[in-house]
């Protein structure tokens, strides 16, 4: 058996993705033979190799189908991946698709490879697989019914991975369908095993490292909790020896927390920072630093001098505020005031940590009233702009997902949805809350956030400043 | 060598048409009257290609009734419902935008489901089974 993971593009990054690195520490720890690669950037590179001129038109091509692209150009990535792959003569191949943008390209090198390879067996898995919201698995299932792949993997494939490898005809939870279970634990685990990736490739070595799955706040808007149920969360010791162990055999200083917040466990999250403050003191030219989703706390939590052990080893929080205006923030389940926030910002700002403030525009009970509360916080509060606020990301207005609790309580919020999968075209059964009226807050609140010397940049924007700083 | 299948349904009103299936460079079915429901062929084929398809057998005067506000009640035609290339069908959406009949008449129907005589052609023009599958996909983008 002979087990090749990689990444599909396209995820738009310097750095190397984790997957097929983590599933590789697990699989080699079950005694299966694996190569873990990142064709993700390996992509890019080719493309930026061969079609210079027109990288992004090309990128969009890989991403979705596209009137004005060219078959044969998407044919020599797809020849280009298959002989990546095929290098390593596998029995089994595992795809990752991280977002829904690698479901074009995957779909055809799946059928590339059964048509040259059919006796190699193909499992894909990842949130890619399972559209952008996580719900539905036509994708999957399509690909199934047509035979292009053998196994999808829905959540956590840590596990299943090598159990499907390693045997036939499983009925696992996960496997080839929806319902699955979390792992026992994330500690103690195998780590990740980068050692054949194409280092030379990446212009930020920054790596990917996973805390926590799940999530401590169950705000209303958010399905994360429906995906994973329980929160489960490492150890500071065995985030640290993870940490330490990936410096000294990759020379990575800066890593990027996968979870939903870095935060959730508080006691744990605080030994991982005094245990690399200490190692910062103790190794000033080999420093370790990171990057993650980060949730603002009540100030009775967060003392003066948990801010300044954060300081010495973080460079980015990404916050989901989501709302300047309390009790909006509190019909979330945000769980945190303005005061609260001003505590947090002043902290940062003391202590030089950069934050990137998400928004969310036009929540359920949002109205006029909040709209100009919302631009008044911008110059209110105008001397946080530039630091520690990055930048402010304000999304794309609300949209309600199913699984969350703005969807089961759509009739007694008085919401009126248009689509049962992702709904952004919701609106107020008064009318007074409509996309349209939304962008329009949208647009005012931007305005008035750059008047008052904020930078306002998308998610994805944000992320790639943040790598730019990363490195 | 690429893998060629065609699902066919038949409907039966007044018996039913005949089709026959060639490429410029050789015949793959000879003309056949498909009976009443869902017919599979499956041909291996070289690309480039057309794949043209002869349908006989329909009387246009009589073999459709319609309703007064022009509702077909009964007609006797043939709909290509699926057709897969090296095993993988293609796209749902687009299958209805790539089949051309030519009528006996010389008129132009684009469309999966073929109501007159005439010759269907499958525009298979290209290196590979890949390419035609991207390339068909296209005509959604």
Same mark, same amino acid.
């Given at each position: 058996?002979?087990?090749?993971?990689?990444?599909?593009?396209?995820?738009?990054?310097?750095?190397?993705?984790?997957?097929?690195?983590?599933?590789?520490?697990?699989?080699?720890?079950?005694?299966?033979?694996?190569?873990?690669?990142?064709?993700?950037?390996?992509?890019?590179?080719?493309?930026?190799?061969?079609?210079?001129?027109?990288?992004?038109?090309?990128?969009?091509?890989?991403?979705?189908?596209?009137?004005?692209?060219?078959?044969?150009?998407?044919?020599?990535?797809?020849?280009?991946?298959?002989?990546?792959?095929?290098?390593?003569?596998?029995?089994?191949?595992?795809?990752?698709?991280?977002?829904?943008?690698?479901?074009?390209?995957?779909?055809?090198?799946?059928?590339?490879? !059964?048509?040259?390879?059919?006796?190699? !067996?193909?499992?894909?898995?990842?949130?890619?697989?399972?559209?952008?919201?996580?719900?539905?698995?036509?994708?999957?299932?399509?690909?199934?019914?047509?035979?292009?792949?053998?196994?999808?993997?829905?959540?956590?494939?840590?596990?299943?991975?090598?159990?499907?490898?390693?045997?036939?005809?499983?009925?696992?939870?996960?496997?080839?369908?929806?319902?699955?279970?979390?792992?026992?634990?994330?500690?103690?685990?195998?780590?990740?095993?980068?050692?054949?990736?194409?280092?030379?490739?990446?212009?930020?070595?920054?790596?990917?490292?996973?805390?926590?799955?799940?999530?401590?706040?169950?705000?209303?808007?958010?399905?994360?909790?429906?995906?994973? !149920?329980?929160?489960?969360?490492?150890?500071?010791?065995?985030?640290?020896?993870?940490?330490?162990?990936?410096? !000294?055999?990759?020379?990575?200083?800066?890593?990027?927390?996968?979870?939903?917040?870095?935060?959730?466990?508080?006691?744990?999250?605080?030994?991982?920072?005094?245990?690399?403050?200490?190692?910062?003191?103790?190794?000033?030219?080999?420093?370790?630093?990171?990057?993650?989703?980060?949730?603002?706390?009540?100030?009775?939590?967060?003392?003066?001098?948990?801010?300044?052990?954060?300081?010495?080893?973080?460079?980015?929080?990404?916050?989901?505020?989501?709302?300047?205006?309390?009790?909006?923030?509190?019909?979330?389940?945000?769980?945190?005031?303005?005061?609260?926030?001003?505590?947090?910002?002043?902290?940062?700002?003391?202590?030089?940590?950069?934050?990137?403030?998400?928004?969310?525009?036009?929540?359920?009970?949002?109205?006029?009233?909040?709209?100009?509360?919302?631009?008044?916080?911008?110059?209110?509060?105008?001397?946080?702009?530039?630091?520690?606020?990055?930048?402010?990301?304000?999304?794309?207005?609300?949209?309600?997902?199913?699984?969350?609790?703005?969807?089961?309580?759509?009739?007694?919020?008085?919401?009126?949805?248009?689509?049962?999968?992702?709904?952004?075209?919701?609106?107020?059964?008064?009318?007074?809350?409509?996309?349209?009226?939304?962008?329009?807050?949208?647009?005012?609140?931007?305005?008035?956030?750059?008047?008052?010397?904020?930078?306002?940049?998308?998610?994805?924007?944000?992320?790639?400043?943040?790598?730019?700083?990363?490195? | 060598?690429?893998?060629?299948?065609?699902?066919?349904?038949?409907?039966?009103?007044?018996?039913?048409?005949?089709?026959?299936?060639?490429?410029?460079?050789?015949?793959?079915?000879?003309?056949?009257?498909?009976?009443?429901?869902?017919?599979?062929?499956?041909?291996?084929?070289?690309?480039?290609?057309?794949?043209?398809?002869?349908?006989?057998?329909?009387?246009?005067?009589?073999?459709?009734?319609?309703?007064?506000?022009?509702?077909?009640?009964?007609?006797?035609?043939?709909?290509?419902?699926?057709?897969?290339?090296?095993?993988?069908?293609?796209?749902?959406?687009?299958?209805?935008?790539?089949?051309?009949?030519?009528?006996?008449?010389?008129?132009?129907?684009?469309?999966?489901?073929?109501?007159?005589?005439?010759?269907?052609?499958?525009?298979?023009?290209?290196?590979?089974?890949?390419?035609?599958?991207?390339?068909?996909?296209?005509?959604?983008?």
């Amino acid at each position: 058996m002979k087990l090749v993971i990689t990444s599909i593009p396209w995820t738009d990054t310097e750095s190397p993705l984790l997957a097929p690195a983590l599933l590789k520490g697990q699989c080699v720890a079950k005694g299966i033979d694996t190569t873990a690669i990142d064709l993700n950037q390996e992509v890019i590179h080719f493309v930026k190799n061969n079609f210079s001129t027109r990288y992004n038109e090309i990128q969009s091509a890989v991403i979705q189908n596209h009137r004005d692209s060219n078959p044969n150009e998407i044919r020599s990535i797809i020849e280009f991946m298959a002989k990546r792959l095929s290098e390593y003569n596998p029995t089994h191949i595992a795809l990752s698709l991280l977002t829904y943008g690698s479901q074009y390209i995957c779909e055809w090198l799946c059928f590339y490879y !059964k048509l040259h390879y059919p006796n190699v !067996k193909i499992i894909i898995g990842g949130p890619g697989v399972f559209n952008t919201f996580g719900i539905e698995h036509g994708y999957a299932d399509r690909l199934l019914e047509q035979k292009q792949i053998d196994y999808f993997v829905k959540g956590d494939g840590d596990e299943l991975l090598s159990q499907i490898v390693s045997q036939e005809n499983i009925d696992l939870p996960g496997v080839n369908r929806i319902d699955w279970q979390q792992p026992k634990t994330l500690n103690d685990q195998p780590y990740p095993m980068y050692d054949e990736y194409k280092w030379e490739l990446y212009g930020n070595p920054s790596l990917g490292i996973v805390g926590s799955r799940g999530c401590v706040r169950k705000c209303s808007f958010c399905d994360v909790h429906e995906h994973w !149920k329980k929160f489960q969360w490492r150890t500071g010791e065995d985030l640290f020896a993870e940490l330490i162990y990936q410096n !000294k055999n990759t020379g990575v200083r800066r890593f990027k927390f996968q979870d939903s917040l870095i935060n959730g466990n508080q006691n744990e999250f605080m030994k991982l920072m005094r245990l690399l403050s200490d190692h910062n003191l103790k190794n000033p030219d080999n420093t370790i630093q990171w990057s993650s989703f980060f949730i603002f706390r009540p100030k009775k939590q967060m003392h003066d001098d948990d801010w300044r052990l954060i300081s010495h080893s973080a460079v980015w929080l990404t916050v989901g505020v989501e709302s300047l205006v309390d009790h909006v923030r509190m019909h979330m389940r945000k769980k945190f005031t303005n005061d609260d926030l001003d505590y947090c910002l002043s902290k940062c700002q003391q202590y030089g940590i950069s934050v990137v403030m998400m928004l969310i525009v036009g929540y359920v009970t949002d109205s006029e009233d909040t709209h100009q509360e919302t631009m008044q916080w911008f110059e209110k509060n105008k001397q946080y702009a530039n630091n520690p606020i990055q930048h402010i990301s304000f999304g794309g207005g609300l949209g309600i997902l199913p699984g969350t609790e703005l969807y089961r309580r759509q009739e007694e919020l008085g919401i009126i949805l248009n689509d049962v999968n992702f709904d952004n075209h919701w609106q107020s059964k008064d009318g007074k809350n409509t996309h349209k009226v939304r962008m329009r807050w949208m647009k005012e609140q931007r305005e008035a956030a750059v008047k008052a010397g904020f930078n306002e940049q998308s998610l994805i924007g944000s992320h790639l400043l943040m790598e730019m700083k990363m490195k | 060598m690429t893998a060629l299948s065609l699902t066919l349904y038949s409907n039966n009103f007044n018996g039913s048409m005949s089709a026959s299936f060639f490429t410029a460079q050789k015949m793959l079915q000879k003309t056949t009257v498909l009976k009443h429901g869902d017919h599979i062929f499956d041909f291996d084929i070289d690309l480039p290609c057309t794949l043209n398809v002869l349908v006989n057998g329909k009387d246009n005067s009589k073999d459709t009734v319609v309703d007064d506000k022009g509702n077909i009640l009964e007609d006797k035609f043939i709909r290509i419902d699926k057709i897969c290339l090296d095993n993988k069908p293609l796209n749902d959406n687009a299958l209805p935008k790539f089949c051309k009949l030519v009528t006996n008449d010389s008129k132009t129907i684009v469309s999966n489901y073929i109501g007159f005589n005439g010759m269907v052609s499958l525009d298979l023009n290209y290196s590979d089974s890949l390419v035609a599958h991207i390339s068909i996909q296209k005509l959604l983008g």
